[in-house]
């Protein structure tokens, strides 16, 4: 029987290449994200492997959308193997100082109340299912580690999916669910189409970062799950190689 696997943001970018990847391993892959048309577009794009991807349009930062994205999983293919927590925001253009409390509120929404909305249900399931367990994987990023400048909602959400991976991974030992977190750095995807003309550092200039093609997040994912649920790969950070990390600060 194929493994189930539920991938949020899955409309574009890490989303939409870890669920491709995904479906031509052979999974069924729930397609999570807003916008049904780009749903339906990474469906599309698997090909022959299209007839096991099921879009679900779903805002990851309402429980209740997010408990119908799991009733449906468990209707539709009765378990849930893998949970890629990946739907993510970040704000650019403000200053710490400057940030607007509502734009602080709709990133914790999304990073962090949205990975904890999902890995719940998740959780639930994998605990209940036959046989028992799964595995939850998050996206931390980079900023997990060390911050961009003017970025404090991002920054303060991705530190906290640290947090939320560990206790996953604790509370989770009982029921044999793993978690892991992947930490990425210069995929690129549309979001990182403005490091081809200039990222602020942390001395105030501005600098053009390397990237590395997207690809290689979503076969670590693959990986990540290939692992039997004794093994888990509890942190992997998968970076572009020249992208200024190490030194960062």
């Not at 022959?48 to 799991?70: C, I, K, L, Q, R």
């Not at 509502?102 to 990975?115: A, F, P």
């Not at 997990?144 to 909602?153: L, M, Q, T, V």
């Not at 990222?199 to 093609?213: H, I, S, W």
């Amino acid at each position: 029987m194929s493994k189930v696997a539920v991938v949020t943001g899955a409309s574009t970018g890490i989303g939409r290449a870890a669920a491709l990847a995904l479906l031509k391993a052979g999974y069924r892959v729930a397609l999570v994200a807003r916008r049904q048309a780009d749903l339906e577009e990474t469906a599309q794009m698997a090909g022959a492997n299209s007839g096991n991807a099921m879009p679900v349009p779903t805002n990851v930062g309402d429980p209740e959308s997010v408990a119908a994205v799991f009733t449906k999983v468990k209707s539709n293919w009765g378990r849930c193997d893998l949970l890629f927590n990946n739907a993510g925001m970040g704000v650019q253009g403000f200053l710490l100082e400057d940030l607007p409390v509502e734009k602080w509120q709709e990133v914790v929404n999304v990073n962090l109340n949205g990975s904890f909305y999902c890995a719940q249900q998740a959780f639930r399931m994998m605990k209940e299912q036959s046989p028992q367990g799964g595995r939850i994987i998050n996206n931390g990023s980079i900023s997990a580690h060390a911050p961009r400048p003017d970025s404090i909602a991002y920054t303060a959400t991705k530190h906290a999916i640290t947090g939320l991976t560990k206790s996953l991974a604790l509370d989770g030992r009982k029921y044999n669910i793993c978690a892991g977190q992947v930490d990425i750095g210069n995929a690129a995807t549309n979001m990182t189409q403005r490091m081809t003309k200039g990222v602020k550092q942390p001395n105030g200039e501005m600098m053009v970062e390397p990237t590395m093609d997207v690809q290689n997040v979503a076969n670590a994912i693959v990986y990540m799950d290939s692992l039997t649920l004794d093994a888990n790969v509890l942190f992997m950070t998968i970076k572009a190689t020249k992208m200024p990390f190490e030194g960062r600060g």
